[in-house]
C-alpha cells in the first residue's frame, strides 16, 4: 500500500520535531496512512529512532516518548472536507481510505523550541517534496472566545477591574452623599425649629411688656401691637407643630402640647387685662398681670429651652454631616489613587504589547507613502495587530496591482479627454476663422441672457456684415475672398476679444458684451468700423454694423438678436460702412422702423 502521507523529525537539535505535508514516495519515514492508534504511533516512533536515526543510546527515544501525550493534531482531507481527527488520544481511523495529507497543525502545548525548528526543517525537506503547504503556529488559548494576546482582552480586562473599583468608589461615594444629604436637610429642619421657637420667646416678650404699658397708662395705641404680637408667637408655635408632626417627633409634640397649656392660659389673661382696661378698670388690670408674671417668665424659659435643645441637634448633626463628607473625601482621594495606579500599570503593560507592532506598522505606513509600494508589514504581536499587519499586506498587494491599473486607466483617459476637447474645440469653432462659431453663438447668448434676468445686467449684441462681399468674391475669387474673411476675423478678435467674437455666418459676424450697457457697445463698433478701416484691405473692404442691447431695446435672446439685425440692414441700407444704432433709430421715428430711404435721409445717422 501507497502511503498517504509522512511524519518528519529533526534530529539535529533534541527534541526538535517538525510536522511537514508532503505527497512523496519516500520510505524512510512513518506511514501515517498504517498509524491505527497511540500505541502503534508510539511504537512506529520508537522504532524509527533505532533503525534509521541510529541511535541506540536511547536519547532521541527518551524524547520523542516523552513529548508522546503532546505530540500532533492530524487533519485529513477527502473530497474536499474533513472526515476524521486523530491525535494522540483519538479514536482510531483506520480504515478510512485517506487522500494525502494538505495540512498539519502543531499541538498548542508543543515546546517552544520544537515550534522554533520547524521553518529550518520545512525549508530543508522542500527539495523533495510536492505539493507543499505551509506549516501553521498552534492555536492560541482562547478567553471568552478570544486569544489571551488580545488588545482587546487586555483593555476589557484592564477596564473592568477599574470599572469595579469606580463601581464600589461611587456606591460608597453615594451612600455617603445621601447620608451628608440627609443630615443637612435635618439640620436645616431643626436651624428652622430653633429659629421659630427663637421667634415665638421674642414675640411673647415683646407682647408681655407691651400689656405691661398699657395696663399702666392705658393708652389704646398698644392694642394692636399686643395682638400681632401674640399672634406672630401663636402662628410660630402651629408652624413648629407641622413640622414635628410632619417628622413624627413624639417627644417634641409632647412638649409643645405643654408650652401652647401655657401658651393659651396666657392669652385668655392678655385677653382680660386689656378688657378690663378698655372698661376703666385699671386696678383689676394691673391684679390681673400681677397673676400672669410667674407663667408669663416660665413659659419663656421653657422656649429657650426648646430652642436651645433644637440647636443641639443642630450641632450634632453638623458633626454628623462632617464626618460623612469627611469619609466621602478620602474615599475618593484613595480611589483616585488607586485608579492612576492601575490605569498608569495597565497603561504600560498595554503599551508594550503594541506599541512595538504600531511602529512597524508605522514604518511600513511611511515607506508606502514615500512610494515604496513593496514595503511589508510584520504580522506579529497581538492578534489585532498581526491581523491588521496581514490585512495591510493583502491591502498593499491589491494597491500596487491596482495602481498599475490605474496608471494604464488615466493614461487612456488623457488621451481620450484630448480628443474630446479637440472635438468640442472643432465643433464650437468655425473651421476657416477660427472664431466661435453660429453655433455656439446662440448658446451663448441664451446662457447670457439667463444669467442676465437673474443678476439684472446689461448685455450688448454688435452685428457686423462685410459691404459687398460677393463683389469681392467674384473680383479676386473666393480663395481671396477666405483671406478677407481670415483677416477681418483677426481685427474683430483684436478688437473685441477673442471670447466675445463669432462668425455668425457668410461674412456675417457677431461681437457679444456681456455686463456692458447700450453706449459701451456704440463706442466698440466705432472701434471695430475705424480698426476695419485701418486694415490692409480697408480699400477694398468695408463693414456695416448693427447695435442693441439688453435689457433696453429686448426682451429675449431672439429680440436681442433681431434687433441688432435691423440695425445692421439699416446701416447697409442707408449707406453702408457705418453704425447701426437701434435705440436711436427707434427714438428718431417714435418707435417706427423708417423706410430705407428715409433712414439714408432723415435719421443722419453716421459712423464717426
Same mark, same amino acid.
Given at each position: ?64 516518548? &516523552?513529548? $508522546? ?19 494522540? +488520544? ?17 499541538? %498548542?502545548?508543543?515546546? +517552544?523550541?520544537?515550534? &522554533? ?25 482562547? %478567553? ?22 469606580l463601581i464600589a468608589v461611587v456606591a460608597g461615594s453615594t451612600y ?10 435635618? $439640620? ?26 398699657? &395696663? ?22 402651629? *408652624? ?8 413624627? =417627633? ?37 391684679? *390681673?398681670?400681677?397673676? $400672669? ?36 473625601? %478620602? ?15 495597565? +497603561? ?142 483677426? *481685427? ?42 485701418k486694415n490692409k484691405e480697408a480699400e477694398k473692404v468695408t463693414v +456695416? ?18 434687433? &441688432?439685425? $435691423? ?9 453702408? =460702412? ?24 432723415d435719421a443722419g445717422i453716421a459712423s464717426s
Amino acid at each position: 500500500m501507497m502511503p498517504t502521507g509522512w511524519l518528519f523529525f529533526d534530529t539535529r537539535t533534541q527534541p526538535a520535531p517538525c510536522c511537514c505535508t508532503f505527497r512523496i514516495t519516500s520510505r524512510t519515514l512513518v506511514p501515517l496512512s498504517t498509524v491505527s492508534g497511540r500505541d502503534s504511533l508510539r511504537a512506529r516512533i520508537l522504532s524509527l529512532s533505532n533503525s534509521t536515526f541510529h541511535q541506540p543510546d536511547g536519547g532521541l527515544r527518551r524524547s520523542i516518548s &516523552a513529548l $508522546m501525550p503532546q505530540i500532533i493534531h492530524h487533519q485529513y482531507i477527502r473530497s474536499g472536507r474533513r472526515v476524521a481527527r486523530h491525535t494522540s +488520544s483519538s479514536r482510531d481511523v483506520s480504515g478510512v481510505k485517506m487522500t494525502p495529507i494538505e495540512r498539519v497543525t502543531i499541538a %498548542w502545548r508543543m515546546p +517552544s523550541s520544537i515550534a &522554533a525548528s520547524r521553518q529550518s526543517l520545512h525549508r530543508r525537506c522542500q527539495g523533495g517534496a510536492q505539493g507543499v503547504t505551509t506549516v501553521e503556529s498552534p492555536p492560541a488559548r482562547k %478567553w471568552f472566545g478570544n486569544p489571551i494576546n488580545s488588545v482587546r482582552n487586555g483593555l476589557v480586562a484592564g477596564f473592568g477591574l477599574l470599572v469595579l473599583i469606580l463601581i464600589a468608589v461611587v456606591a460608597g461615594s453615594t451612600y455617603m452623599v445621601k447620608q451628608y444629604q440627609a443630615d443637612s436637610a435635618q $439640620m436645616a429642619e431643626k436651624a428652622d425649629t430653633a429659629l421659630l421657637l427663637q421667634g415665638t420667646e421674642s414675640h411673647v416678650g415683646t407682647a408681655g411688656l407691651m400689656l405691661q404699658r398699657y &395696663a399702666l397708662d392705658g393708652d389704646p395705641i398698644w392694642i394692636h401691637e399686643i395682638i400681632s404680637a401674640a399672634d406672630s408667637a401663636t402662628t410660630n408655635m402651629a *408652624t413648629v407643630r407641622a413640622r414635628e408632626r410632619i417628622a413624627n =417627633n413624639g417627644e417634641a409634640l409632647a412638649r409643645l402640647d405643654a408650652l401652647d397649656a401655657t401658651g393659651n392660659g396666657l392669652r385668655k389673661s392678655l385677653e382680660q387685662v386689656v378688657a378690663q382696661r378698655a372698661a376703666g378698670d385699671g386696678a383689676g388690670a394691673l391684679a *390681673t398681670l400681677d397673676t $400672669m408674671v410667674v407663667p408669663f417668665l416660665q413659659y419663656r424659659e421653657n422656649l429657650r429651652a426648646a430652642a436651645e435643645n433644637e440647636l443641639a441637634e443642630v450641632a450634632s448633626l453638623q458633626a454628623d454631616a462632617d464626618r460623612s463628607g469627611e469619609l466621602a473625601f %478620602w474615599l475618593l482621594v484613595t480611589s483616585g489613587v488607586v485608579g492612576l495606579t492601575l490605569g498608569a500599570a495597565v +497603561s504600560v503593560l498595554i503599551g508594550r504589547s503594541i506599541l512595538q507592532p504600531l511602529s512597524s506598522l508605522e514604518a511600513t505606513a511611511n515607506k508606502v507613502s514615500r512610494g515604496d509600494m513593496t514595503a511589508r508589514a510584520p504580522v506579529s504581536g497581538p492578534a489585532e495587530l498581526s491581523k491588521l499587519g496581514g490585512a495591510l499586506n493583502h491591502m498593499m498587494t491589491a494597491v500596487e496591482e491596482r495602481t498599475e491599473e490605474l496608471r494604464l486607466s488615466n493614461e487612456e483617459l488623457r488621451e481620450r479627454n484630448r480628443q474630446l476637447l479637440e472635438a468640442r474645440a472643432q465643433a464650437a469653432s468655425d473651421a476657416l476663422t477660427g472664431l466661435l462659431n453660429h453655433r455656439k453663438f446662440h448658446q451663448k447668448i441664451r446662457e447670457v441672457i439667463a444669467d442676465a434676468q437673474q443678476s439684472n445686467e446689461a448685455v450688448s449684441l454688435i452685428m457686423l456684415d462685410v459691404d459687398n462681399f460677393k463683389q469681392v468674391n467674384d473680383s479676386l475669387g473666393h480663395l481671396k475672398g477666405d483671406e478677407v474673411l481670415r483677416e477681418l476675423s483677426s *481685427t474683430i478678435a483684436e478688437t473685441a476679444g477673442q471670447d466675445c467674437a463669432y462668425r455668425y455666418g457668410g461674412d456675417e459676424f457677431a461681437v457679444m458684451l456681456t455686463r456692458s450697457g447700450h453706449e459701451d457697445a456704440v463706442r466698440v463698433a466705432k472701434r471695430l468700423l475705424d480698426a476695419v478701416a485701418k486694415n490692409k484691405e480697408a480699400e477694398k473692404v468695408t463693414v +456695416s454694423l448693427g447695435v442693441a442691447a439688453y435689457p433696453e431695446m429686448a426682451a429675449t435672446a431672439e429680440e436681442l438678436i433681431y434687433r &441688432a439685425d $435691423m440695425a445692421l440692414n439699416w446701416a447697409k441700407s442707408s449707406g453702408k =460702412n457705418r453704425v447701426g444704432d437701434w435705440h436711436a433709430l427707434i427714438a428718431r421715428k417714435d418707435g417706427e422702423m423708417p423706410a430705407p430711404a428715409e433712414n439714408a435721409v432723415d435719421a443722419g445717422i453716421a459712423s464717426s
